[in-house]
Structure formats: structure tokens, C-alpha cells
């Protein structure tokens, strides 16, 4: 699978800003729950003021439940948590 071109340019401008030390965890509230979210931001300035750009939440709880990775044997695909068992 591609990873589509602004997800690298924002993972690009991520790495830049962690490099440079322009990095903050925010709590913030989610707009569809209301839960409180930790936020990773990059940190800019505007006019004089701190501008955070968010570029997304850590995952709550364990994050190996949280995501499935890319499937090594079939580059198109994701491994799936039934794999493996018998129907």
C-alpha cells in the first residue's frame, strides 16, 4: 500500500518539529465524545502568538489493540485478527 502523499508531508513536517524541539502534548476533548484526548502538536509562532498545529491523539490503553499492521505476507493487505483460525 502507498502511503498518500499528505500523510508523508505531515510525518515529514512531525519530524522536523520534533527535531527542532517545537513539540507539545495537549489534552484536549474529543469533538465527537467529549472524552479527553493527549494531543501531539507541533509548536509555531503567528503574529506574536503560539500557533499548535494537532497531527493526532496517543492511543488509548495498549496501542498494539489499537492497530493492525500491513500484512508481510500480501503487501496490499492488513494483518486481520482471525488469521490463522480454523472456520
Do not use: W
Not at 500500500?1 to 522536523?16: C, D, E, G, K
Not at 509562532?45 to 505476507?73: C, I, K, Q, S, W
Request: hydrophobic letters at 35%; glycine letters at 10%.
Amino acid at each position: 500500500m502507498t502511503i498518500p502523499f499528505y500523510a508523508r508531508s505531515n510525518f515529514q513536517t512531525l519530524l522536523r518539529a520534533a527535531g527542532d524541539g517545537n513539540l507539545a502534548l495537549m489534552e484536549c476533548l474529543d469533538a465527537v465524545t467529549g472524552k479527553p484526548r493527549y494531543v501531539i502538536c507541533a509548536v509555531g509562532r503567528h503574529d506574536g502568538d503560539y500557533v499548535f498545529t494537532p497531527f493526532g491523539h496517543l492511543a488509548d490503553g495498549n496501542p498494539y489493540d489499537a492497530y493492525l499492521p500491513p500484512d508481510p505476507e500480501d503487501p496490499e493487505d492488513f494483518v486481520r485478527p482471525d488469521a490463522g483460525e480454523a472456520s
